[in-house]
């Protein structure tokens, strides 16, 4: 099927921007300015319904792929992207990507010498091939990530997405995963998109005219979601409730990382009032507080009623929350995590997990020891703008268990050799384990020793001390 476009491009346009109009004028030009390029209808072209055989056709040895991330993940296109590069003998292609979910069918032995990951955040799925040498890893901060692709640094033949049916103006909507794939796919070459009825339409940077797409494969799947509770340790609960009770007031505006301690600070609001959520990831338990009134949005400083998140997860209850909701603002990872927009909120309480922490203050958050674990994602954007909001009151707040599932503590002497520095020691504030809070801000390394020995496993503090005065040549002290 071929959408014609029966009214005039202007009006369309018209309508679709209208809404944009309003909110970029209380944004006041902060952040990076929307670009409309796949909104805008494009009268010489419409896109060709095909297999995913037909589409995937058009790559070729050498290209530069984007793929659509997390629950959007187009597994569809990648699974004949595989087939295609044995059948057809392709070799060189190189992917770009965050989170993506379901079968990576390109680690094995025979295919990872033909097609190589560029995880710009390292998933599950392929941290084996990334310490194997076979997947690379970008160490970059999320707001950064779209403009790899608007500056050109990195050229895209072709970006691989999933989108919902197109409406009958032709409009599809990215769904709940906007991030840096808005930013991508505004600058690739060729866009082949998987067409898949369970995608929530939503609003903000989300939607895409039929006619700026190239190729539209049909799709029976339902969208990757959460299907099963994450498990929460009796110290993650702990650490929740402390953030929650001590750290989060009335009208705070959140933002939360990914994991399972940020999670259970949610879960603990149940007693507070007119929250507010700016975040890159808007997860079940955001939608669980909006039903019951705790997340209003109502006291904001910048975008009120609004729910402002780059991607969001969930069950299939959560996208249909979702869907077609005006109250949830998607943008893109370059908006939500830029230091300006930041710095708008009021009360910005941002809440990130980390692996561990050493007596100074550094923080590593992307690798144990020398295997890389993760990514930057965007604890280093929250950590930097949170302090510094416009209203004074922001927090930045980092989280970890005191010790490892192997008995080992996470606040360290020194950093496991190969550790990785993510968020600085000038960039530490509030630090927080099952053991207590302390804040690092405005102390020199031996109070910060100090406060940290206080909050770490008690079985592990005795050594600690004494580690840290070897390493400093005195006592940790108040």
Not at 98 to 105: A, E, S, T, V
Not at 127 to 135: D, I, L, Q, T
Not at 268 to 282: S, Y
Not at 441 to 461: C, F, M, S, T
Request: charged share 20%.
């Amino acid at each position: 099927m071929i959408f014609q476009m029966t009214t005039p491009v202007g009006l369309i346009s018209r309508l679709f921007i209208s809404s944009r109009i309003s909110l970029s004028r209380r944004c006041r030009s902060i952040g990076p300015p929307y670009n409309p390029k796949l909104a805008v209808p494009n009268p010489a072209k419409s896109p060709k319904w095909q297999t995913a055989e037909e589409a995937m056709s058009a790559v070729k040895s050498g290209d530069s792929i984007f793929i659509h991330s997390h629950a959007a993940t187009p597994t569809e296109l990648l699974e004949e992207l595989c087939r295609q590069t044995e059948t057809r003998d392709l070799n060189g292609i190189n992917l770009h990507h965050i989170i993506l979910l379901g079968n990576i069918p390109w680690t094995t032995p025979q295919l990872a010498k033909r097609i190589r990951s560029n995880c710009l955040f390292i998933d599950g799925g392929l941290r084996k091939s990334v310490a194997a040498g076979v997947a690379d890893y970008m160490p970059i901060f999320l707001q950064d990530q779209p403009s790899l692709f608007s500056t050109g640094r990195i050229p895209l033949d072709v970006a691989l997405i999933s989108v919902s049916p197109p409406d009958e103006r032709g409009y599809c909507s990215l769904g709940v995963n906007v991030d840096i794939s808005f930013g991508a796919i505004s600058h690739a070459k060729r866009i082949i998109a998987l067409v898949n009825d369970s995608i929530p339409r939503t609003y903000g940077w989300s939607l895409i005219h039929s006619s700026n797409i190239d190729s539209f494969v049909k799709c029976d799947r339902p969208i990757y979601a959460n299907t099963q509770e994450e498990k929460v340790s009796e110290e993650e609960q702990k650490i929740g409730q402390l953030i929650a009770e001590n750290l989060v007031e009335d009208g705070a505006t959140l933002q939360l990382g990914i994991g399972a301690i940020p999670d259970s600070s949610l879960k603990a609001m149940q007693n507070h009032k007119d929250l507010g959520i700016h975040t890159e990831l808007a997860g079940e338990q955001i939608v669980n507080l909006m039903k019951k009134g705790i997340v209003t949005n109502r006291r904001k400083t910048f975008l009120p009623g609004k729910t402002v998140a780059s991607f969001a997860f969930g069950s299939r209850e959560f996208y249909d929350f979702v869907d077609g909701n005006e109250q949830f603002y998607l943008v893109g990872s370059d908006f939500t995590n830029n230091i300006d927009v930041v710095r708008e909120n009021s009360q910005m309480t941002c809440i990130n997990a980390t692996l561990e922490v050493d007596l100074t203050g550094q923080i590593c958050s992307d690798s144990i020891g020398t295997s890389f674990f993760s990514g930057f994602g965007g604890q280093v954007d929250f950590m930097t703008a949170g302090p510094k909001c416009h209203d004074r009151q922001g927090k930045a707040i980092i989280t970890l268990t005191s010790r490892t599932n192997k008995g080992k503590s996470k606040i360290v002497p020194i950093l496991s050799p190969g550790a990785g520095v993510v968020s600085t020691r000038a960039h530490a504030h509030y630090i927080v384990t099952e053991y207590g809070i302390t804040n690092l801000w405005g102390k020199n390394v031996r109070q910060r020793a100090y406060e940290l020995i206080k909050i770490a496993h008690p079985d592990d503090r005795e050594s600690l001390e004494r580690a840290s005065f070897e390493r400093l040549k005195c006592m940790p002290s108040p």
